[in-house]
């Protein structure tokens, strides 16, 4: 029997419904009863060769989908990262230590062979001919399709701060960000947060559970501000700094300096 989130959509296969929900952290009440739709009625010799570019929950939605309805279907997934998909969601709760590496993973490889869905690991694609239907990936192998679905995503958005790009300087958009951050992520270690919405929230929170010593900067008066007026946020903030995290808000970086340790500019001197 399988069992459907209602906030987050994750299905559960079981006799009931989990006791947690493994990516939002919901109950059981928050569950119900999912039934799989049946597979569309194979036509022999009409498979048609689908292609889905990113493996990330669109794209792997994407696929489960198509897996779902018809089974008449050469189904490829090709994704920029080199592990399978996983719950990027989760990424900030890894840095926290609530849960490891294996639990990211939405679907296991046995899934797929399963499926019989081709997956395409640390492979980028290079540029789309439409006029031919096929695609370029990185290494110059070509793949043809009649179906193309793009679901790539985005990226992790820089300000355009002078200084933005040294080392050292890190955003938390791949699982290989994270496990970056987690070798730094020491006792006694200190880190400068840009942002006060949920990421950044988050991400403080995480790294302040590992001991390490956290400025968070927002340059909004309060945390959250396109979400909480003023007195929730002030609630946020007392939260917050029981944590042991420290705030500047209402405060913008102009420049980010690295001389041994960073040193950080702001516009008010």
Known sequence: MSWRCKVCGYIHEGDEPPEVCPVCGVGPEEFEA????????TVPGDALDVVV????AAGMAAVEAICKLTANVNLTLVCEENVPPYW???LSRLLAGEVDESELTLRPPSWFEEKKVKLILGTPVQKIDRKQKKLLLAGGEELSYDRLLLA???EAWKPPIEGIDLPGVHVLRTLEDAQQLLKLAQSDVHCVALGGGILGLE???????RGVHVLLVEQMEWLMQRQLPKICADRLREVVETLGIKLRLAAQVNKIEKNGHFLLHFADG
């Not at 999912?34 to 009625?41: G, H, K, N, Q, S």
């Not at 570019?53 to 990330?56: D, K, L, P, S």
């Open 88 to 90: 990027r969601i989760n």
């Open 203 to 209: 991400l403080a929170g995480a790294l302040a559970r």
């Open 34 to 41: 999912f039934a799989e739709p049946e597979l569309a009625e």
């Open 152 to 154: 790539t995503g985005a």
């Open 53 to 56: 570019v990113g493996g990330g």
